[in-house]
């Protein structure tokens, strides 16, 4: 091989190489707010009346939405565009900047072992995709995406029938902000 050859193959690798990292970190994406924070919570129940064969559920819905956490990279010198396959990201798409605990309380005592204001964690599953887990006392949550509201389901009735129920959310969040939403009566048939 000649030197004129391994010049030109040379020139070659190094053209690919520039062109496979400069591809590959940075995509020319627009501006986003990855993260999202709210300052109340709102809930909705599946109705003020709970038919015998009906399943009880409450949505948690974040109230008004501020994106936070600006990714903005700096302006650069480029040689080459960037790949086709760059995903550029959306607001929000990381989730809640502030995970949350979650507490369930109830005004009336719910049974003989859960008085009124006891925590109801145990009674309640959380949907995390298609499956239904159950709401823990210490462990944090996201509402994943800014749309979407957190769906807890009921999994006992309470044992008196004749009493309406009020049922308080409580949120947590990690930096230490509290929120809280009561739903309507609801009565158990």
């Not at 030109?8 to 520039?18: A, D, H, R, S, V």
């Not at 302006?75 to 995970?99: H, M, V």
């Not at 719910?110 to 109801?120: E, I, K, M, V």
């Amino acid at each position: 091989m000649n030197a004129r050859t391994a010049k030109i193959i040379f020139l070659f690798f190094m053209y690919t190489g520039l062109q496979v990292s400069e591809s590959c970190t940075d995509c020319d994406c627009a501006d986003y707010l990855p993260f999202f924070d709210y300052k109340s919570i709102s809930l909705t129940s599946s109705g003020p009346d709970i038919g015998a064969n009906q399943s009880f559920a409450i949505s948690v819905i974040p109230g008004p939405v501020e994106f936070l956490a600006q990714t903005c990279p700096a302006p650069r010198f480029r040689f080459l565009s960037a790949a086709y396959g760059c995903d550029c990201g959306y607001n929000g798409i990381e989730g809640d900047k502030f995970p949350f605990f979650l507490n369930i309380t109830a005004d009336k005592a719910y049974n003989d072992t859960l008085p009124a204001g006891a925590s109801l964690n145990a009674l309640f599953f959380i949907a995390a995709g298609d499956v239904l887990i159950q709401v823990p006392e210490q462990e944090a949550f996201t509402f994943g995406k800014p749309d979407r509201p957190i769906q807890l389901f009921g999994a006992e009735r309470p044992t008196n029938l004749n009493d309406s129920y009020q049922f308080k959310i409580r949120l947590v969040k990690t930096k230490g902000d509290t929120l809280q939403a009561t739903t309507g009566p609801i009565h158990f048939q």
